[in-house]
């Protein structure tokens, strides 16, 4: 590993990659560079200890986080890239990194991770952010494949991922994700620590598979959820009323009809879930 180490830290700084391939940030395809490689060092840091792992990055760009995941030593590392400038510009480090890095070009919301790699596996990604969301539904959906997530998102989004019941920023996307996994947010970042800086602040968030999670469907959480936060101000009893007899359901679930969504805990959620698949 130490010699894939030196190797790495011989190659050029990003700053030199960009300007080689002609990189100019594309911001359809959600480009923001990340080239202070102490940041990426502590995103890498935050996955934990992947030595056993295979690790899925998503959209390596000219390659700081992945030279970061790559520098702790992950077992190995397969990078998804849809840009084909960047590819070409991430030659030099497939190079160093020998069977170490894998490099498939093509969309992530079109992989499968679980053929991609073996178990145990990880996924660590600076998002592009235009996909991030479901791109991570995709993933948090089968939870139980990965041994963590390790995702940048934008603030905001972070925020609804890791708020608790009771206030603005718990809604659907709370629920989901704090029902299957534990979410733990790790650190902000200012937009200038991008190149191009992208309009909004980005929290790395980290996930793991939630063991002891409440039982539902996965299509029922969503359907549930979607109706309940749909019409957040509204009391259950009518928000829920395109599912049918609300006030039973809510009766079965053991929630106040008079409740609003972002008061009932995911548990409620599960249980709500699970009574509307009963009475189908
Ligand atoms: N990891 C790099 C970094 O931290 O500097 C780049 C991160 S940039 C926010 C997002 C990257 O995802 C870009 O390289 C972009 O080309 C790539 N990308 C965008 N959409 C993609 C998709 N659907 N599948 C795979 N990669 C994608």
Known sequence: MSEDSDAIDALPPLREVIARHDLGARKALGQNFLLDLNLTGRIARVAGDLADVSVIEVGPGPGGLTRALLKTGAREVVAIERDPRCVAALQDLIAAAGDRLRIVEGDALEADPEALVAAPRAIVANLPYNVATPLLLGWLRRIDAFRSLTLMFQKEVADRLTAPPGGKA???????????????????????????????????????????????????????????????????????????????????????????????????????????????
């Open 170 to 280: 718990y809604g659907r996307l709370s629920v989901i994700a704090q029902w299957v996994a534990e979410v733990r947010p790790a650190f902000n970042l200012p937009a200038q620590a991008f190149v191009p800086p992208p309009k909004v602040m980005s929290t790395v968030v980290h996930f793991t598979p939630r063991p002891g999670r409440e039982e539902a469907d996965w299509q029922d959480m969503e359907r549930v959820t979607a109706a309940a936060f749909g019409q957040r101000r509204k009391m259950l009893r009518a928000s829920l009323r395109s599912l049918g007899d609300a006030e039973a359901l809510l009766e079965e679930a053991g929630i106040a009809p008079t409740a609003r969504a972002e008061e009932v805990p995911v548990s409620g959620f599960a249980a709500l879930a699970r009574a509307w698949a009963a009475r189908r």
